[in-house]
T-cell receptor
Framework: KNQVEQSPQSLIILEGKNCTLQ??????????LRWYKQDTGRGPVSLTI???SENTKSNGRYTATLDADTKQSSLHITASQLSDSASYIC???WGGGSQGNLIFGKGTKLSVKP | ETGVTQTPRHLVMGMTNKKSLKCEQH?????MYWYKQSAKKPLELMFV???????ENNSVPSRFSPECPNSSHLFLHLHTLQPEDSALYLC???????????????FGPGTRLTVL
């Protein structure tokens, strides 16, 4: 069964600290993995996309990694800011080219405190 | 802003009411989607449209009725809803169907629906 599991469910950190969010998937055949950020009261916004051949990709203070062998991805946030408080959703695309072939994780809710 | 707008942003309705949610995308995309987001659950795909033709109905109850008059507009008509239908309803669009090839879905801000 195609699944995406994220951990932790929620996380509280102090401003300026680093943190790492995890995403494990059992999706096959794998196409790509995307991390979304969803602010409260807003829709998800894409942070980064990882394809099978990519191990690491950065977007500012956000760095995503992908291990296609173990089917794990992580999102590392460096020097956190209050504006990083949001839910982070891992989404895996499977198969090829058909509609609705996205598997969503439940998300990790991150709270950054001053 | 993502280029996808939704109205209203908040909606409270009784179980006997009829209301509609509206979504508009200004990105020139061909595919549009309705999702339901409930607390502590993954996003649930409801409907998919491609070039204004419905391509997927993910076993959604008939009290939810979608309409796509053109590639830029998507509606979700609601009638005789249940309290468990209370959720955030998100609209999204993408250049083409699915997630392959890096095809990105752009989401609207959502409509927070409360059914009393």
């Amino acid at each position: 069964k195609n699944q995406v599991e994220q951990s932790p469910q929620s996380l509280i950190i102090l401003e300026g600290k680093n943190c790492t969010l995890q995403c494990n998937y059992t999706v096959s055949p794998f196409s790509n993995l995307r991390w979304y950020k969803q602010d409260t009261g807003r829709g998800p916004v894409s942070l980064t996309i990882m394809t099978f051949s990519e191990n690491t990709k950065s977007n500012g203070r956000y760095t995503a990694t992908l291990d296609a062998d173990t089917k794990q991805s992580s999102l590392h946030i460096t020097a956190s800011q209050l504006s990083d408080s949001a839910s982070y959703i891992c989404v895996v695309s499977w198969g090829g080219g058909s509609q609705g072939n996205l598997i969503f994780g439940k998300g990790t809710k991150l709270s950054v405190k001053p | 802003e993502t280029g996808v707008t939704q109205t209203p942003r908040h909606l409270v309705m009784g179980m006997t009411n009829k209301k509609s949610l509206k979504c508009e995308q200004h990105l020139g995309h061909n595919a549009m989607y309705w999702y339901k987001q409930s607390a502590k659950k993954p996003l649930e795909l409801m409907f998919v449209y491609n070039f204004k033709e419905q391509t997927e109905n993910n076993s959604v109850p008939s009290r939810f009725s979608p309409e796509c008059p053109n590639s830029s507009h998507l509606f979700l008509h609601l009638h005789t809803l249940q309290p468990e239908d209370s959720a955030l309803y998100l609209c999204a669009s993408s250049r083409q169907l699915g997630g392959a090839g890096g095809n990105e879905q752009f989401f609207g801000p959502g409509t927070r629906l409360t059914v009393l």
